[in-house]
């Protein structure tokens, strides 16, 4: 199993320019999770998807869609990127539920220029 | 407002001690805690998880204690290793709402040879 993938690993962007962070799970997980990570800031969940079909806001969702395209695939799109947008992002997945722990993919080191 | 507080200060210790990190919160009420270990570059990986009516818990070299009265999550790695110097987040879940953690800004262990 190769658990939770993350393309790319990294990017450097230019004001304004558009991409889509890929993740994708093998475990047969419910559910779905982005986070950014700054320095001193800790991680902090963007958008999440409880299950297949539903997305929903965290913390910090301006700036940023998500894709549910099935069970396995939870894709991040930065449609105008900005210099704030700058981060180490990490998708998760879960079983699902209450208190299960959440498996982490090896994060995506975006710049934006 | 709710906060999680973990020492930002760097844990330096010698090889064969016990390592103990602390996790602090104010205003939750939280049904379980989580323990992960960070390595530079990579995600976190989960460790332990307490919920809010257990006091400890372990697991090989590893224990996490749970006070809520203190509002305060202990965690201890006995006969630390040069191989646990990471950086360790706590994460806590809310009682009666998202399942969601959230995550501290975790504290770095240096263990010395």
């Known amino acids: 199993n190769a658990g939770v993938t993350q393309t790319p690993k990294f990017q450097v962007l230019k004001t304004g320019q558009s991409m889509t962070l890929q993740c994708a799970q093998d475990m047969n997980h419910n559910s779905m999770y982005w986070y950014r990570q700054d320095p001193g800031m800790g991680l902090r969940l963007i958008y999440y998807?409880?299950?297949?079909?539903?997305?929903d806001k965290g913390e910090v969702p301006n700036g940023y869609n998500v894709s549910r395209l099935n069970k396995r695939e939870f894709s991040l799109r930065l449609e105008s990127a900005a210099p704030s947008q700058t981060s180490v992002y990490f998708c998760a997945s879960s079983v699902s539920g209450f208190s299960y722990e959440q498996y982490f993919g090896p994060g995506t080191r975006l710049t934006v220029t | 407002s709710q906060k999680i507080e973990q020492n930002s200060e760097a844990l330096n210790i010698q090889e064969g001690k016990t390592a103990t990190l602390t996790c602090n919160y104010t205003?939750?009420?939280?049904?379980?805690l989580q323990w992960y270990r960070q390595d530079p570059g990579r995600g976190p990986v989960f460790l332990l998880l307490?919920?809010?009516?257990?006091k400890e818990k372990r697991k090989e070299r590893l224990k996490v204690t749970f006070d809520t009265t203190l509002k305060q999550s202990l965690f201890h790695i006995t006969a630390s290793q040069p191989a646990d110097s990471a950086t360790y987040l706590c994460?806590?879940?809310?009682?009666?709402?998202?399942?969601?953690?959230?995550f501290g800004r975790g504290t770095s262990l240096i263990v010395h040879p």
């Open positions: 994460a806590l879940g809310l009682s009666g709402g998202s399942y969601i953690p959230t």
């Open positions: 307490i919920r809010e009516n257990e």
């Open positions: 205003n939750y009420s939280p049904a379980y």
């Open positions: 998807s409880a299950s297949e079909g539903t997305t």
